[in-house]
């Protein structure tokens, strides 16, 4: 009686363990395939992150929110434009993320979920570069930063290899407000932006 009676204890403290350690999740951005207003052609560019983030799931809800960390080279060009900037630019972001995410489809315990999540977001970007090329033919130099801030919409899958790990593909938009300052500007000046990713692949480890 006394096995059985410690047998059980130890089985439900295994359940309440399990169900808690599927609360929280801490994942980082591999990869995006992703488009910024801030660059000259505006074109979906292969982006490679340092970022962390951090999820705590409620039932079908659950709150996230990220940092991120990017340096890209872009080759820019414009095929088929005429006397347009062509050559490489350098974009260096930092993104901060906080919302919320609703499961549509699938279980707690699906090796698929389908989730859609709405963001808040600040981005602090530079973009930068040597171009050549335009009407005059002189070329033109690029140094500019941008703070923004705005909102961004997403709709993903889930998938859960194990029970400790998932993997997340992610189609996003983001628009907001940014105040941009260029080489030659002595105030900041005020734009909208947009952003769009095709996919956003995360790996996250859940505890």
């Given at each position: 009686?006394?096995?059985?009676?410690?047998?059980?204890?130890?089985?439900?403290?295994?359940?309440?363990?399990?169900?808690?350690?599927?609360?929280?999740?801490?994942?980082?951005?591999?990869?995006?395939?992703?488009?910024?207003?801030?660059?000259?052609?505006?074109?979906?560019?292969?982006?490679?992150?340092?970022?962390?983030?951090?999820?705590?799931?409620?039932?079908?809800?659950?709150?996230?929110?990220?940092?991120q960390r990017a340096y890209t080279k872009i080759n820019e060009d414009c095929e088929g434009c005429a006397d347009h900037y062509y050559g490489t630019g350098y974009l260096r972001e930092?993104?901060?993320?906080?919302?919320?995410?609703?499961?549509?489809?699938?279980?707690?315990?699906?090796?698929?979920?389908?989730?859609?999540?709405?963001?808040?977001?600040?981005?602090?970007?530079?973009?930068?570069?040597?171009?050549?090329?335009?009407?005059?033919?002189?070329?033109?130099?690029?140094?500019?930063?941008?703070?923004?801030?705005?909102?961004?919409?997403?709709?993903?899958?889930?998938?859960?290899?194990?029970?400790?790990?998932?993997?997340?593909?992610?189609t996003s938009f983001r628009l907001g407000f940014t105040w941009k300052k260029g080489i030659n500007d002595s105030v900041y000046q005020q734009y909208t932006e947009n952003s769009k990713?095709?996919?956003?692949?995360?790996?996250?480890?859940?505890?």
């Amino acid at each position: 009686m006394k096995y059985s009676i410690i047998t059980i204890i130890l089985f439900s403290c295994t359940l309440v363990s399990a169900q808690q350690e599927n609360k929280n999740v801490l994942s980082s951005t591999l990869f995006k395939l992703e488009s910024n207003t801030q660059t000259l052609y505006n074109n979906l560019t292969p982006k490679f992150f340092t970022s962390l983030g951090y999820e705590r799931i409620f039932s079908k809800w659950s709150w996230s929110a990220s940092a991120q960390r990017a340096y890209t080279k872009i080759n820019e060009d414009c095929e088929g434009c005429a006397d347009h900037y062509y050559g490489t630019g350098y974009l260096r972001e930092y993104n901060l993320f906080a919302g919320i995410n609703y499961r549509i489809v699938g279980k707690t315990t699906s090796k698929f979920q389908l989730f859609t999540g709405t963001d808040l977001y600040y981005a602090n970007i530079n973009y930068s570069g040597d171009f050549s090329g335009g009407f005059s033919v002189t070329g033109v130099r690029k140094s500019d930063n941008y703070n923004s801030f705005g909102i961004r919409e997403r709709l993903g899958v889930h998938f859960y290899p194990t029970s400790k790990l998932r993997i997340t593909f992610t189609t996003s938009f983001r628009l907001g407000f940014t105040w941009k300052k260029g080489i030659n500007d002595s105030v900041y000046q005020q734009y909208t932006e947009n952003s769009k990713s095709i996919p956003e692949v995360k790996i996250g480890y859940l505890f």
